[in-house]
């Protein structure tokens, strides 16, 4: 399966892709914060978002492509103040029926990988629903440690809360 996966920088002509795989997992409303009602982006916003991002060396978008169609794409975004510029954090989003092929390993392998050559990134950190257990284990496994946990944070509906389980990844990177 992972010899049919290709993992790639992203560029503008991803646009449409990253935004249609954006919303079908929004529409999900599993894990993520943003619901789809509240994403309005354009696909020249899109593209737009896709230039700021690869114009900063410190930040990056990765994808994943599975015999061609894109079916899963990771970003890595860093702080622009300057005591948090040697950190940053990375969203992930995989289509449905892609999950648990090991696309997501794949990506993060390529972010850390990318991290670890990059001068200025010294941790990668990220929050995650207390009740996405799959990714959860999946950060674990590649070395993510939990360092906190915002009790009550994400709100779902009325009286049902989960927390946002705070991780970070530091192991490889050198703290210079």
Request: charged letters at 30%; one cysteine or more.
């Amino acid at each position: 399966m992972t010899e049919k996966i290709k993992i790639r920088v992203a560029n503008e002509e991803d646009a449409g892709a990253l935004l249609e795989i954006q919303q079908e997992v929004l529409a999900e409303e599993d894990y993520l914060i943003t619901t789809i009602d509240e994403f309005q982006r354009t696909i020249d916003e899109q593209r737009e978002w896709i230039q700021e991002k690869l114009a900063n060396e410190r930040e990056t978008i990765f994808i994943a492509q599975y015999r061609g169609k894109i079916v899963c794409w990771l970003v890595f975004q860093s702080p622009q103040r300057k005591r948090l510029a040697h950190t940053g954090t990375f969203g992930m989003m995989v289509l449905n029926e892609y999950r648990g092929l090991g696309i997501g390993k794949l990506l993060i392998e390529k972010l850390l990988e990318w991290a670890e050559h990059n001068p200025y990134i010294e941790k990668i950190s990220l929050g995650v629903f207390s009740t996405n257990e799959r990714a959860i284990a999946l950060y674990k496994k590649m070395g993510f440690v939990e360092e906190g946990r915002k009790i009550k944070e994400i709100k779902l509906h009325d009286n049902e809360y989960i927390d946002d389980v705070l991780t970070s990844f530091s192991e490889c990177l050198d703290i210079r």
